[in-house]
């Protein structure tokens, strides 16, 4: 069975003698690039371990982004280099700093210093009907985060979710965090796919999901 193909402008080049998923954009947390192009290290990215792990992501290039958990900004900065405009939100300040700096060089990346829990302090800003929501906030609710934001999202989009067990219940059996959180997220959205993280993310289920 083939891949599923990677978005336009991500792609497989070889990088301090590896072959690494890469964007084209400037470096920002340190990681190896050449000519032009940054090595995405699914180690440090939910959606760089999703795209290795070659989960349908519906991703194509140059589509309209929601991302919520931008933190300083290390995913975020590579969905900028090859989508369209990227709305990231993120409500601790101290990594925000990191993301305006990401965002100095990209001027497709609107850093947001919002809580993603409230989504109507960001309406008038992120344009309806984006393309995609990226969700990686690794904190208690996640699956909640991602109903009060459906709003923003296409009938036809995909919403791209991370859930980390241990941020919902440290002692549960990681299994029935993920179930639970899955019930609520059914309640807004048609969930097409679901892939333990584990190689690169311990206890995180990456979720593919679309609106119902
Ligand atoms: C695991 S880190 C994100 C890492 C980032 N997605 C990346 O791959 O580069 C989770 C981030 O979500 C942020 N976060 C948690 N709850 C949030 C909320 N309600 N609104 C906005 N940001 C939130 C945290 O401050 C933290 O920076």
């Not at 940054?38 to 959606?47: G, I, N, T």
């Amino acid at each position: 069975m083939s891949e599923p193909a990677l978005p336009g402008g991500v792609e497989r080049r070889e990088i301090d003698g590896e072959r690494r998923l890469a964007t084209r954009g400037e470096p920002v947390y340190g990681e190896p690039t050449a000519d032009g192009w940054r090595a995405w290290d699914p180690e440090r990215s939910k959606l760089g371990g999703m795209l290795e792990l070659g989960l349908e992501t519906g991703l194509s290039g140059g589509e309209t982004v929601l991302y919520l958990g931008a933190a300083s900004g290390t995913t975020v900065s590579h969905v900028a280099d090859f989508a369209g405009p990227t709305y990231a939100v993120e409500f601790a300040p101290r990594p925000a700093r990191d993301l305006l700096n990401a965002a100095a060089s990209r001027d497709r990346l609107f850093p947001l210093l919002k809580d993603a829990r409230k989504p109507e302090r960001y309406a008038h800003v992120v344009e309806a009907d984006v393309d995609a929501i990226v969700q990686d906030v690794a904190t208690r609710g996640q699956a909640e985060v991602a109903v009060r934001n459906a709003r923003f999202l296409a009938d036809d989009g995909r919403l791209l979710l991370a859930i980390k067990a241990r941020s919902e219940d440290v002692t549960a059996e990681p299994d029935a965090v993920f179930e639970g959180a899955l019930d609520r997220l059914r309640e807004a959205y048609e969930v097409l796919e679901t892939r333990r993280l584990d190689r690169y993310h311990e206890d995180h289920l990456g979720v593919v999901a679309t609106p119902k």
